[in-house]
């Protein structure tokens, strides 16, 4: 049986993946970086800034948490604050990732629909602001404004 996701990255940006859509994080490690002929990341972005090994977003103890890996020369942030590489902090519903100086720019979300409700992603907001529902059935993918 399928393991159904626990939370989600919603891209902001960061090619190859649209703006809004929604990548599955399902429990263990999920490295973010670029991929090389020596390193495979879950998520793989095309900038050159971002390192092979640039983050890891790791389930522990009920909660998920990113990290800052060593080698990421252009840095990572959370809600536009630096982490220190290695350093490990807890990822909180609609917290904003940034990789490489916002090269790569994703919202971390325990759903992609809240109480039926559509999320926009707004490129000056720092947090995903409710959008109200219309009238479709589907309200699970993210909406890009």
């Known amino acids: 049986m399928l ?12 090619k190859p993946y ?14 973010l970086g670029r991929t090389s002929q020596e390193h495979e990341s879950v998520f793989s972005f095309l900038s050159p800034y971002v390192s092979r090994r640039h983050a890891a977003i790791e389930y522990m103890d009920g909660v998920y948490v990113l990290t800052d890996l060593p080698g990421s020369r252009h840095g990572t942030w ?5 982490l220190a590489p290695g350093v490990v902090r ?11 100086n916002a090269e790569v720019v994703l919202i971390f979300a325990t ?18 602001s409710p959008k109200p529902p219309e009238s479709t059935s589907s309200p699970t993918r993210c909406a890009a404004s």
């Open 18 to 31: 649209g703006i809004g859509e929604a990548l599955p994080l399902l429990r263990g490690k999920v490295l």
């Open 111 to 128: 759903s992609v629909s809240m109480a039926g409700e559509t999320w926009d992603l707004p490129a000056s907001s720092s947090k995903p």
């Open 78 to 82: 959370i809600n536009h604050e630096r």
């Open 90 to 100: 807890r990822l909180e519903d609609r917290d904003r990732i940034s990789l490489a």
């Open 3 to 14: 393991e159904s996701p626990d939370a989600f990255l919603i891209v902001e940006k960061g």
